[in-house]
C-alpha cells in the first residue's frame, strides 16, 4: 500500500523522516477468515522492508512443517518469492500469486499463478487483505489520500499502525462471533480501551 508519493531525487532511503525518503510503503499481512491483522512493515518498496514484515510474521504464526504447510497469497511483487522461502523454505509453503494485468492504468483481468507447493488454484485470493488494506486507510488518519494528516517521521506512523493494531485485533468487535483475537482463540473477550490503557505485562 503506497502512503506518499515525492519526488525521489536525492533522498536518503534509511532516514525516519518522510520528508527527506519519498514514497513510503505499508507492507501487510492478515490471516485469512479471521481477519487477524498479523504484521506489517513501514519503508521504501524493497526487499528489505519485505523482509521485516514476513520476519515478524514468522515469529507469530505456527512454524510450518513438510506435512503442515503455510498458504501465503499475495499480490505480483516479486520480493516474496525470494523473502517467502528464506525465512520458512520452499517445502513448507504452499505460495500463489493474483496478479492484476494492466492496460493503460486499467485492471483488465487478473491472473492466479502457482509460485511453490501445490495450494488449491481457485483458493488464491488476495480479496481479504485488500479490504483490509482499504479499512486501515478509512481509519487512520495519516492514511488518507490528499491529506494534511500525512506522516512527516517515520516512527509516528508506525507508531499510530502498531495501535490500531491493537484495536483491530483486540477491540473491534465483528458481526460474528467477536473480535479476530476471540476467533483466534488468544483472547475471551472484547478488550476496552481502559484495560488496554492500565494493562501491565510482566517481564
Request: aromatic letters at 14%; glycine letters at 6%; hydrophobic letters at 35%.
Given at each position: 500500500?503506497?502512503i506518499r508519493?515525492?519526488?525521489?531525487k536525492?533522498?536518503d532511503t534509511e532516514s525516519?523522516?518522510f520528508?527527506?525518503?519519498?514514497?513510503?510503503w505499508?507492507?501487510?499481512?492478515?490471516k485469512?477468515?479471521?481477519y487477524?491483522?498479523?504484521?506489517?512493515?513501514?519503508?521504501?518498496w524493497?526487499?528489505?522492508?519485505?523482509r521485516?514484515?514476513?520476519?515478524?510474521?514468522?515469529?507469530?504464526?505456527?512454524q510450518?512443517?513438510?506435512?503442515?504447510k503455510?498458504q501465503?497469497?499475495?499480490?505480483?511483487?516479486?520480493?516474496?518469492?525470494?523473502?517467502?522461502?528464506?525465512?520458512?523454505g520452499?517445502?513448507?509453503?504452499e505460495?500463489?500469486?493474483?496478479?492484476?494485468?494492466?492496460?493503460?492504468?486499467?485492471?483488465?483481468?487478473?491472473?492466479r499463478?502457482?509460485?511453490?507447493?501445490?495450494?488449491?488454484?481457485?483458493?488464491?485470493?488476495?480479496?481479504d487483505?485488500?479490504?483490509f488494506?482499504?479499512?486501515l486507510?478509512e481509519r487512520?488518519?495519516?492514511?488518507?489520500r490528499?491529506?494534511?494528516?500525512?506522516?512527516?517521521k517515520?516512527r509516528k506512523?508506525?507508531?499510530?499502525?502498531?495501535?490500531?493494531?491493537?484495536?483491530w485485533?483486540f477491540?473491534n468487535?465483528?458481526?460474528?462471533?467477536?473480535s479476530p483475537?476471540?476467533?483466534e482463540?488468544?483472547?475471551?473477550?472484547?478488550?476496552?480501551?481502559?484495560?488496554?490503557l492500565h494493562?501491565?505485562?510482566a517481564?
Amino acid at each position: 500500500m503506497g502512503i506518499r508519493k515525492k519526488k525521489q531525487k536525492n533522498v536518503d532511503t534509511e532516514s525516519s523522516n518522510f520528508s527527506e525518503v519519498g514514497d513510503a510503503w505499508i507492507y501487510t499481512s492478515v490471516k485469512r477468515g479471521t481477519y487477524f491483522f498479523v504484521s506489517f512493515s513501514v519503508g521504501k518498496w524493497t526487499q528489505n522492508t519485505c523482509r521485516e514484515m514476513i520476519n515478524k510474521m514468522s515469529d507469530r504464526v505456527q512454524q510450518p512443517s513438510s506435512e503442515h504447510k503455510l498458504q501465503v497469497f499475495t499480490d505480483g511483487n516479486d520480493d516474496y518469492t525470494y523473502i517467502l522461502p528464506e525465512c520458512f523454505g520452499n517445502n513448507k509453503i504452499e505460495y500463489g500469486q493474483l496478479v492484476k494485468i494492466r492496460e493503460k492504468g486499467t485492471v483488465v483481468r487478473k491472473e492466479r499463478r502457482v509460485i511453490f507447493g501445490n495450494p488449491e488454484f481457485k483458493e488464491i485470493n488476495t480479496t481479504d487483505v485488500e479490504n483490509f488494506n482499504g479499512i486501515l486507510r478509512e481509519r487512520v488518519g495519516r492514511l488518507v489520500r490528499e491529506t494534511k494528516c500525512f506522516s512527516k517521521k517515520k516512527r509516528k506512523l508506525i507508531g499510530a499502525i502498531n495501535l490500531f493494531q491493537f484495536y483491530w485485533n483486540f477491540m473491534n468487535k465483528f458481526d460474528r462471533q467477536g473480535s479476530p483475537a476471540m476467533l483466534e482463540e488468544i483472547s475471551n473477550h472484547i478488550w476496552s480501551w481502559d484495560e488496554f490503557l492500565h494493562y501491565h505485562y510482566a517481564v
